[in-house]
């Protein structure tokens, strides 16, 4: 079975071949455009507001039949990996315990102390190695040490990997949780910070299992996204120009990942 998870809320998803689509925080929706939601069986749907897309990644874990043999992937509506199934296969054959994941990048630091200092304390109660990797790859603020982020909460893997990651990285989210809660008077972005540290965590488990991984490029639903972005730097437009902050503000790529949080 191949097979790669859509992450979505009631949004038309990106066009990936072996993609099925996931409503993700249906437990508290009534709107879909997908029969699959995250509110069915064991779930943790109702969390949506803190684990964002993750919702959707515990549903596959508890949910689907997924062998060990078995390719399992997991994306979002408007952004996916960068590779073709055939090169996929091709790589994970070779490569059994490995993973393909975006390229590795630098994220910058996690700017609310309370949260990074809950995730250290939560690793360090456990495997001693998962908090060596963490330390060895970020700050203390969760920023990168180098080039090594591999972000945006997306895999693609063989199931027995696959299921091996979810074990480790939920328990570590509920640590997570248990410390910070539900951060009340914070907006609806920041409360997703389990979505924000997970995204950390992907490269934490892949150092410290020193597994195989292939990088690949981001495949944006908006596909002129990135060309257009270099026609601007090849023409000389300024960000700060009043035409391409219209068009941007209407049609760019917009990250829910603010400078500042609670």
């Not at 790669?4 to 099925?20: C, D, L, P, Q, W």
């Not at 389990?194 to 410290?208: G, N, P, W």
Request: hydrophobic letters at 35%; aromatic letters at 12%; one cysteine or more.
């Amino acid at each position: 079975m191949y097979t790669i998870y859509i992450s979505t809320f009631n949004k038309k998803v990106i066009n990936v071949k072996h993609g099925i689509p996931i409503e993700v925080g249906a437990a508290q929706r009534d709107k879909f455009l997908y029969s699959l939601k995250d509110s069915t069986g064991d779930n943790i749907s109702l969390e949506n507001p803190f684990y964002g897309e993750l919702t959707g990644l515990y549903w596959v874990w508890k949910n689907a039949r997924i062998n060990d043999e078995d390719i399992i992937g997991f994306c979002h509506y408007n952004k996916c990996l960068g590779i073709g199934g055939k090169k996929a296969e091709k790589w994970l054959s070779a490569n059994l315990d490995g993973m393909i994941t975006l390229l590795p990048g630098k994220i910058r630091n996690h700017p609310v102390p309370k949260e990074c200092k809950a995730l250290f304390t939560v690793l360090k109660k456990g495997d001693i190695k998962y908090y060596n990797a963490c330390t060895k790859l970020f700050d203390d603020e969760l920023g990168s040490r180098y080039p090594n982020n591999r972000g945006g909460n997306m895999m693609l893997c063989h199931g027995k990997t696959f299921k091996a990651y979810c074990s480790w990285l939920f328990p570590v989210l509920r640590g997570v949780r248990d410390i910070v809660g539900d951060k009340a008077g914070s907006d609806i972005y920041w409360k997703r910070y389990c979505a924000y540290i997970a995204e950390r965590l992907l490269s934490v488990y892949i150092e410290a299992n020193q597994l195989p991984t292939l990088g690949v490029n981001m495949r944006l639903k908006n596909w002129w996204i990135p060309i257009l972005g270099k026609l601007r730097k090849t023409i000389g437009i300024s960000t700060k120009n009043k035409l391409y902050q219209i068009l941007y503000n209407k049609f760019g790529y917009h990250s829910s990942y603010k400078k500042n949080g609670k």
